[in-house]
């Protein structure tokens, strides 16, 4: 399967909340750039980074309901 980008959030911490309530909800997902975004926080606005929160393309409309 293929994994999809559901959004893009500031910071890890929010970042792992929405991670465990898609998870509790039998969603599985994958969180990209958390440490880099932890990081490098003065680069997050105005590099792109963010954390990533990527879904299993078949989940995403169910993902979408926890955003």
Same mark, same amino acid.
């Given at each position: 399967?293929?994994?999809?980008?559901?959004?893009? !959030?500031?910071?890890? =911490?929010?970042?792992? $909340?929405?991670?465990? /309530?898609?998870?509790?909800?039998?969603?599985?997902? #994958?969180? !990209?750039?958390?440490? =880099?975004?932890?990081? $490098?926080?003065?680069? /997050?606005?105005?590099?792109?980074?963010?954390?990533? #929160?990527?879904?299993?393309?078949?989940?995403?409309?169910?993902?979408?309901?926890?955003?």
């Amino acid at each position: 399967m293929k994994l999809v980008l559901l959004t893009t !959030i500031d910071d890890s =911490i929010s970042a792992n $909340l929405l991670k465990s /309530k898609l998870e509790s909800e039998d969603i599985p997902c #994958v969180l !990209i750039n958390e440490h =880099i975004t932890d990081t $490098l926080t003065h680069l /997050k606005y105005t590099a792109g980074f963010g954390v990533r #929160v990527m879904v299993f393309e078949d989940q995403v409309e169910e993902a979408r309901q926890f955003l």
